[in-house]
């Protein structure tokens, strides 16, 4: 083989996802607290969980802006004068208020349903090309029924790093 049919052969090489994702894959029940997701989350440094129902099956995901997006919402509140009167009187007249509102919810209500697959075999250019295409930071590898991996925006910088680098 000459040294250009060797170039083209590798050429021809590609990267897959089954070669640069993330396992095992971290995950939670949909019937548990938010909370414990978003705990779970800081505790791995990671910024996304798959979600399963009761029966172990894959059913979602659940990110960091899920989460966000629940608190922003779950605390937007309007004040009314009133309110408004009795914070400043209780803060002592001050601009900052703690209003103390604990909500919470399971995975459930807070979780995507749109699980996103791709086989381990996959290219990891149209991985990326899908999470670009969906806006999204993550993709499960899934073999068979079973989900076996996650490549996110993280592996793939792994893998231009690796392509790219010395």
């Known amino acids: 083989m000459t ?4 170039e083209e052969e590798e050429s021809d090489e590609q990267w897959t996802a089954g070669e640069f994702m993330t ?3 971290a995950g939670i029940r949909q019937d548990q607290l938010y909370t414990e997701a978003a705990r779970l ?3 791995k440094h990671i910024s996304g969980l798959l979600v399963w129902d009761a029966q172990g099956t894959p059913c979602g995901v659940i ?3 899920d989460i966000l997006r629940f608190e922003a919402k779950s605390h937007f509140m ?3 004068e009133a309110d408004i009167k009795r914070l400043k009187k209780e803060s002592g007249g001050g601009g900052v208020y703690t209003l103390n509102r604990t909500v919470d919810a399971p995975v459930a209500k807070l979780m995507t349903s749109a699980l996103v697959t791709v086989p381990p075999e996959e290219p990891l250019w ?3 090309r899908r999470m670009d295409d969906r806006k ?3 993709v499960f590898v899934q073999e068979g029924e079973k989900i076996v991996g996650v490549v996110t925006t ?4 792994r893998a231009f790093r690796k392509f790219c680098g010395p």
């Open 126 to 128: 149209k991985v990326a």
């Open 41 to 43: 989350m800081e505790a």
């Open 23 to 25: 396992k095992p894959v």
């Open 3 to 6: 040294e250009t049919e060797e």
């Open 63 to 65: 990110t960091t802006f």
């Open 78 to 80: 309007i004040l009314s």
């Open 136 to 138: 999204i930071h993550r």
């Open 154 to 157: 993280l592996d793939l910088a």
